[in-house]
């Protein structure tokens, strides 16, 4: 089967084209650097960058992979959680494009479609546990299959990347600021017991991490009486040493976080073969390094994306859009834009499937 994939749920357009789990060619426009002019995504200049990139990327992306529109069988387009006119205008160039090909229209779930980006480079066992961490999510799946999941915790506030993304923003480094976060960190040693892992006194599989942002301002505040952190467009006055201690420290409040309440959720899903985590954080070098060791002290093979292939792309919504599709689930033009905050319905129409039931995946 011949699939493409398109993503615009928030500032990156992206497509693929994937035939039968293998990806042949994939291409990107990013609107960050026009994004950062404003200290983070505004949706408006969002969706009319989408708007104004989705042809010329999907000429783009069949000439790299040598292939005609008229033989792509199934597109596959996210379809939310995300930025609503974003996902609207991704949406409508997909039900074009079906509507002038006969292609099959699959909607993608993102968040799914970020936990399974990994099968693109390695066999995903299940039942599995899925730790989906992104700019928008912080969720704990329990995966009995690639198409069946059960969400069991999620964030009561910010996402760990927005955490990221806002502590990066009072220290002056520019949006998105998780990757130079990570990088600033690197040759620094953390200080434990800097900055407090939230919400873990309790018995859920919950996060909340506003609070941890909030100890870092505070912080930032006694170091430097005069505040200047709250004002975005000004550096806090750090050394580039005292700056890494700050970053180190704060990703191993985020990573041992994430470990601990991951490491309970596989207490409460026994039989779970695999971990796989995944996401735009999930790029992160703390995060990657604590789950390897997890994963390795309780036996389970470890899913993990490549660098590229955590953040968002085409490659991720092309290849879950054709595992539904290869299992019978299509949309028709009624297929609808879910916004963040908002489940994804599990609404696809049913055909005769050319694999068996879902059960294979
Ligand atoms: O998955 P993604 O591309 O978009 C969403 O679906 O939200 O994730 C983007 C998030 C941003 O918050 C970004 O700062 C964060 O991933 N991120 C990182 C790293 N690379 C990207 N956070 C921490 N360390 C990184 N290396
Ligand atoms: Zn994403």
Known sequence: MLTLGI???????????????????????????LHALFGGVVPEIASREHYRILQPLLDQVLKKADVGLEQVESIAVSR?????????????FAKGLCLGTGARLVGVDHLQAHLLAAGLEQELVFPALGVLISGGHTHLYHMRSALDLELLGKTLDDAAGEAYDKVARMLGVPYPGGKRIDELAADAEADVKL???????????????????????????????????????????????ELGVICASFNFSVADTLRIKTERALKRTPGVKSLIVAGGVAANSKIRSVMTQLASAKKLKLSLPSLGLCTDNGAMVAYAGELFAKAGFSHTMALDAVPRGKKVPFDYVSQPSQQGSMGEF
């Open 195 to 241: 900055f407090p892992r939230p919400y873990l006194d309790n018995q859920n599989l919950d996060f909340s991490f506003s609070g941890l942002k909030t100890a870092v301002g505070a912080y930032l505040h006694g170091v430097n009486a005069k505040g200047l952190y709250t004002n975005p467009d000004r550096k806090v006055e750090l050394t580039e040493q």
């Open 7 to 33: 993503e615009s749920s928030c500032d990156e357009t992206a497509m693929a084209v994937v035939r039968d789990g293998e990806l042949l060619a994939q291409v990107m426009a990013s609107q960050a650097e």
């Open 80 to 92: 939310g959680p995300g930025l609503l006119g974003a996902l609207l205008a991704g949406l409508s």
